[in-house]
């Protein structure tokens, strides 16, 4: 299966080619780095031309205040890419979009929820997107890796979380073996809910400190916003995330790669 990876040098991109480098399962494509950003008509030109299979749709930014970035990006690139290519194009949602529809969201995130939301609803007849809403952990340093940002980037100083805050996704491990072993055949297009049992950020960061070696201090607080996410279940049953996360630290050790997170492993 030739896939075209598009955002090859984020969290996901990255560890895509990692993991395929190790177990060499797929074809994993590229495009040129000198290639221009979408929407430039040479990435359109690049994207058109590729014969492949499958495309995951990794492009992703963090500039969440500006909304016309957030738009550009996280909707009219997925519609452009479903309406223009012949082939399935894998997407990606996230768990802001529970928690948007819950009510509780950070203000930071708003223009980020209503595009994934807004991807989701118009994209769900089309016959070739799978739009899978989850998020993601993973090895890349890199700011939306939710472990380097928290446990390396600030290495010398304590952690603090909302006693009511709750994490719902996946490793991007997980994500691979999904890719490889068959069980995303089971969903061909529409939206695909992925995530492990929702886990309090607290206990998260806890076994991820434990598993990991870090020794981090963590400290609760709490606040009258209650940040949580609607309990939204997995159409695929996944393993629970501290067991994800021992499969990503068992795999992260035999990776010779100075750019993940420094993994120690407990036994």
């Not at 203000?107 to 929820?113: D, L, Q, S, T």
């Not at 991820?208 to 870090?214: E, P, Q, R, T, V």
Request: aromatic share 10%.
């Amino acid at each position: 299966m030739k896939v075209l990876l598009l955002g090859d040098r984020g969290l996901l991109g990255t560890d895509l080619k990692l993991f395929d480098n190790f177990y060499n399962k797929l074809n994993i494509v590229v495009l040129d780095a000198g290639i221009p950003k979408w929407p430039s008509e040479e990435f359109k030109k690049a994207v058109l031309t590729n014969q492949c299979d499958v495309i995951i749709n990794a492009i992703s930014t963090i500039d969440y205040y500006n909304k016309d970035i957030i738009e550009l990006v996280h909707y009219h690139l997925p519609l452009w890419l479903v309406k223009n290519k012949n082939c399935k194009v894998i997407l990606f949602s996230s768990d802001v979009v529970n928690q948007f529809e819950s009510g509780y969201i950070d203000e930071k995130f708003k223009y980020y929820a209503v595009a994934k939301q807004q991807m989701e609803k118009d994209l769900a007849s089309e016959s070739n997107a799978l739009c899978i809403r989850t998020s993601f952990l993973g090895l890349t340093k890199t700011s939306s890796n939710l472990i380097y940002r928290v446990f390396e980037l600030t290495e010398n100083q304590p952690i603090e979380v909302n006693v009511h805050a709750n994490w719902s996704g996946m490793t991007t491990l997980e994500f691979y073996k999904l890719l490889t072993d068959g069980r995303l055949k089971q969903k061909e297009s529409g939206l695909l809910v992925l995530g492990g049992k929702k886990e309090s950020i607290y206990q998260l960061f806890t076994i991820i400190n434990n598993l990991f070696n870090y020794s981090k201090e963590i400290r609760t607080i709490s606040n009258n916003f209650i940040h949580t996410a609607r309990s939204a279940p997995s159409d695929i049953r996944l393993p629970s995330i501290p067991q994800q996360l021992k499969d990503l630290c068992a795999v992260a050790q035999v990776l010779e790669n100075p750019n993940l997170i420094k993994v120690k492993c407990s036994d």
